[in-house]
């Protein structure tokens, strides 16, 4: 009689070094392809060679075994990564491999029919809507709960009536004034924003960019939905209304800055985007986490939670952020975009989609390389429905993560907030007698180690990728970056804690390497850390030598 194999769907699996090696493989692949000027021989060559070494194409695809991923977990997205060696900044090796438990989601094909309007056909969808029976599911949406409380919901439309009678006022707010800059204070504003700070800074992004004109948009309807998404934020350390307006504000920044790829647009991609899809990444900014419960994918998987039983354990947090955000979206009071005909609608819903969806790390490599061999080959065409969804994709992922580039204050409370809601999981992990995945376990986390890594090998491919494709903000004189300069900054300090094997604790303090080391006699201090920075950075956009033509 053969033997049962049930070892596979343990959560401590990790998979076979083979395949380990294929994915580490493939990072490799896109860090060089992420090179400009390759030989054209070379890079369908290493195109080839990635095709090959695609491991879902070797093995029958992971999912037929529903393969639980690899090595180390990581808080920012729950999925788990096998580390080799250690990489390089800008160009160097990526040695992480990202796998999931799911495939990518497929969407219906889309028909374009521009005779109709959204809000001819408001009714029908409506009455589609009130036929999905979703409570059979036992999907608690924070929405459905909302409604059950009759002084929570009283709230909110008191919030956004006041919102919408201060509008004027929001929109002359000093704080609110500074959102063009990188080193927006998110956390003073937070305090100050009365917790409308989602709502807020959307009204002034979609001012800033005439969005509001553009599309005659209702602001009580506008309120109403961003206030609604906001009030569907939990009270999380990390994943709350906090974070989505910083991403919503990354989002903002790196669409509303010129670029040197784009030399005669002076505003940055604002005028290269269509004014649907420009409104689409800003929403699905504002709703990429909405409802988020604090525990990653793979525990919801791994406890078979109601949402990872509902959608098949793919993608189970980025679908339901979609999914319980669109349900607010659809009320009357709520739909914003009722101005939009059915074709634009269709675009707006898509491009949504999709660019939540790319915030799944199980999409990191496929989306990376995608862009790196697209972009070796031409310029981006914005005009190219899937080019402009592509960089939207890639704004989005770095926006996700974009506290790796933000100077180091900021940078260091928000790697408090992802560790309190890292260590919380641990906990229940432990109070369920499940393994304490990686990183999770406060009383062994190396934090050095996880904030170091996932920067060098997540955040690093990023910023190099659209850098080379010389489509990060820079200054239109000097040709220096402040993302990547702040970036440099940070990971020299994790660096430089692995490296004394400081054992750093909460909260993290700027300059606690050099306080809290034993051995720190000839190693550089805070304003060395700076020098290096901008000195890597500057000799990296000396080469580049951007220049102001158009193109």
């Known amino acids: 009689m053969p033997l049962r ?47 090959l070494i695609n491991p879902d194409a070797i093995h029958g695809g992971l999912d037929a075994f529903n393969t639980p991923p690899s090595d ?38 889309m028909y374009d029919d521009k005779a109709a309007t959204v809000h001819d056909q408001r009714e029908s969808r409506r009455s589609l809507l009130d036929s999905l029976s979703l409570s059979e599911t036992e999907i608690q949406f ?43 204070p998110i956390f003073a504003f937070d305090q100050s924003s009365n917790g409308r700070i989602l709502s807020m800074m959307a009204y002034k992004a979609f001012e800033r960019t005439n969005l509001l004109k553009t599309f005659q948009i209702d602001l009580h309807k506008f309120f109403n939905f961003f206030h609604a998404i906001e009030e569907g934020y939990r009270d999380l350390p990390y994943h709350n209304r906090v974070h989505a307006s910083d991403v919503l504000h990354a989002c903002f920044y790196l669409t509303t800055h010129w670029v040197p790829a784009y030399a005669h647009a002076s505003s940055g991609f604002v005028s290269l985007f269509s004014a649907v899809e420009l409104m689409a990444l800003y929403t699905a900014a504002a709703i990429h986490d909405h409802d988020h419960p604090g525990r990653n994918n793979a525990f919801l998987i791994a406890t078979q939670d109601p949402k990872a039983i509902f959608y098949n354990d793919r993608s189970v947090l980025e679908n339901h952020h979609i999914s319980s955000a669109w349900q607010i979206l659809m009320r009357d009071e ?21 660019t939540v969806l790319a915030t799944d790390l199980k999409f990191h490599f496929d989306i990376l390389m995608n862009f790196t061999d697209k972009i070796s080959r031409r ?72 904030q170091g890594s996932f920067m060098n090998h997540v955040v690093s491919p990023l910023l190099n990728a659209l850098f080379q494709a010389e489509l990060l903000p820079v200054d ?38 050099e306080e ?36």
């Not at 096998?82 to 989601?105: C, M, P, R, Y």
């Not at 709520?334 to 898509?350: A, D, G, T, V």
């Not at 409370?413 to 990686?438: A, R, V």
């Not at 500057?538 to 220049?547: D, G, L, M, S």
Request: a negative charge.
């Open 334 to 354: 709520n739909f914003f975009i009722e101005n939009l005909n059915n074709s634009e609608y269709k675009r707006f819903r898509h491009f949504v989609i999709e």
């Open 142 to 184: 924070s929405i459905s709960n909302a409604d059950n409380v009759p002084n929570a919901k009283a709230k909110e439309n008191e919030d956004s009536e006041f919102l919408y009678r201060n509008a004027e006022v929001i929109s002359k707010n000093i704080i609110l004034e500074k959102l063009s800059c990188w080193t927006f």
């Open 379 to 450: 310029r981006l065409e914005f005009k190219n429905e899937s080019d402009s969804l592509l960089l939207g994709r890639m704004i989005m992922k770095l926006s996700d993560v974009n506290s790796a580039s933000k100077p180091a204050d900021l940078h260091n409370i928000w790697t408090e907030k992802i560790l309190q809601e890292f260590f919380e999981q641990g906990d229940e992990e432990k109070q369920l007698n499940l393994p304490i995945s990686d990183y999770m376990d406060r009383e062994s986390c190396n934090i050095a180690e996880l």
């Open 72 to 109: 180390i977990n990581f808080p920012h997205c729950g999925d788990r990564i096998a580390v080799h060696e250690d990489g390089q900044l800008l160009g160097g090796k990526s040695i992480f491999d990202w796998t999931s438990v799911s495939n990518v989601v497929g969407l219906p094909q």
């Open 516 to 551: 809290s080391s034993n051995n720190v006699d000839d190693e550089p201090g805070p304003s060395c850390i700076t020098t290096t920075a901008t000195t890597t950075t500057t000799a990296i956009t000396e080469e580049r030598k951007f220049k102001k033509n158009p193109q």
């Open 476 to 513: 239109e004189k000097t040709g220096r970056c402040e993302l990547l300069e702040n970036f440099s900054t940070n990971l020299y300090y994790w660096r430089q804690a692995l490296e004394k094997n400081t054992q750093l604790t909460l909260p993290i303090q700027s300059g606690i390497v």
């Open 5 to 51: 194999r049930a070892t596979l769907p343990s959560g401590s699996l990790c998979l076979s070094s083979e395949l380990v090696r294929f994915q580490a493989a493939r990072a490799l692949l896109a860090d060089v392809l992420a090179t400009k000027d390759l030989p054209s021989n070379v890079r369908c060559a290493l195109k080839k060679v990635g095709d």
